[in-house]
């Protein structure tokens, strides 16, 4: 029975082959498909095998794709100047933020006042209170300091002694 289901499905390359071309067609390709075309450019740019622009952090391949498209965009002529006036203006006012990205957006300044607030609120100032008196090294004699579990002070007469001020 499952034979006879599997003519009816397209093959695996096929499959991959719709894939590919839905991926280069769309109008707003997924971002998985993004990534692998900045890698590959990444890959000839830079004589890299691709297997090992994989393993590069992504901010850094990122990074070097979009520098040099600024920088193409930059030395261009007047023409690719006006196309980096409006990617610059794109990217500072987005005019049309996706659902998620709007959300982020919102969700990020909120929590940004919600900052902002705590910190305008007067924190509570405590006052450090000296533990142990201080200790004139300028004296001559031995300096001596010794070393309890905080849990078993109560124990140690000589250390119990020695503190002064503590509460």
Known sequence: ?????????????????????RNVMAEEPPQDYIQRHINRWYSEKFHTPLHEVDE?????VLLTYYECCYADMRDGGKDRESELDETIQGLI???DLGKEEAAKVDDYLFLKKVA??????????????????????DEEGPVSMTFADI?????????????????
């Open 93 to 95: 006012n987005p005019r």
């Open 56 to 60: 590069l952090p992504r901010h850094d």
């Open 116 to 137: 902002e607030e705590e910190a305008k609120k007067s924190p509570i100032k405590l006052k450090p209170k000296m533990v142990v008196s201080p200790i004139d090294l």
């Open 1 to 21: 029975m499952w034979q006879d289901i599997s003519k009816d499905l397209p093959s695996y390359e096929l499959s991959l082959r719709l894939i590919a071309m």
């Open 151 to 167: 849990n078993k002070l109560d124990e140690l007469e000589e250390i119990t002694d020695s503190l002064v001020g503590l509460d």
